[in-house]
């Protein structure tokens, strides 16, 4: 099926460790981005891409690292995690051409740190 | 920059009810979209209803409406008919339409349906 696909779903870390969440799409969107969820703050952008090769912060970067190689993949590195980054987290794809302007969101990663 | 604010942490409204719930957002821009999401206990996002800003009418989707002020810039989202699966948290989101795809979303609304 078409979409936005995230992994993993879950995942639990401990403080300093590192980790990738995947996001891909195969809708051919040149945009993609990142948002995290907190109880009571709504989502926050952390990085956004408009292209390969192309990636620029958000609200909220620090601690978040992205690449863009190609455009159906978009992954978020936690280089040293910390418990401020327990969150949910949401890749979204969109484009400027037809119907996908308004744009389409992955499953989520609820991530725990520890 | 842009802010979007949801007034209503809680809502609650009977089965078969009408209910609606308060967004307002500050911009200087004058060209932008508007949305509302709903977020079920799955935690998928799920785009309910969007209003352009330069269209004056009203979206409208199903038993989904919008009463979109951009003078005041309020956009409330009416729920007619209130059934349990509209049992979810609302976000409403702001994007401009120039630039990148960044959405500013609002702290959201947790509607209740009462059987």
């Known amino acids: 099926n078409a979409g936005v696909t995230q992994t993993p779903k879950f995942q639990v870390l401990k403080t300093g460790q590192s980790m990738t969440l995947q996001c891909a799409q195969d809708m051919n969107h040149e945009y993609m981005s990142w948002y995290r969820q907190d109880p009571g703050m709504g989502l926050r952008l952390i990085h956004y891409?408009?292209?390969?090769?192309?990636?620029d912060q958000g609200e909220v970067p620090n601690g978040y690292n992205v690449s863009r190689s190609t455009t159906e993949d978009f992954p978020l590195r936690l280089l040293s995690a910390a418990p401020s980054q327990t969150s949910v987290y949401f890749c979204a794809s969109s484009s400027r051409l037809g119907s996908s302007i308004f744009g389409t969101f992955g499953s989520g990663t609820r991530l725990t740190v520890v | 920059a842009q802010t979007v604010t949801q007034s209503q942490p809680e809502m609650s409204v009977q089965e078969a009810e009408t209910v609606t719930l308060s967004c307002t957002y500050d911009?200087?821009?004058?060209?932008?979209?508007l949305f509302w999401y709903k977020q079920p206990p799955s935690r998928q996002m799920i785009l309910v209803i969007r209003?352009?800003?330069?269209?004056?009418q009203n979206a409208t989707e199903n038993r989904f409406s919008v009463n979109f002020q951009k003078a005041a810039k309020s956009f409330s989202l009416k729920i007619s008919d209130s059934q349990l699966g509209d049992a979810a948290m609302y976000f409403c989101a702001y994007r401009s339409n120039f630039g990148n795809e960044k959405l500013t979303f609002g702290t959201g609304t947790r509607l209740t349906i009462i059987p």
């Open positions: 911009t200087s821009e004058s060209d932008y979209y």
């Open positions: 209003q352009e800003a330069y269209k004056q």
């Open positions: 891409s408009v292209g390969a090769g192309i990636t």
